[in-house]
């Protein structure tokens, strides 16, 4: 079993990591085209 502190530090480490991709995500697709993210979206 990890201990609590352990487990907190997980935790942050993951919701960090969320936000980062987050951003990283908006910014490209403020980059493209809707069109692009269209396609991008129907390849996914």
Known sequence: MMNKKG???TI???ILLALLLSLVFS???DKIELDELKTILIIV
């Open 12 to 14: 942050v480490a993951f």
């Open 27 to 29: 910014f490209i697709f």
């Open 7 to 9: 487990i907190q530090t």
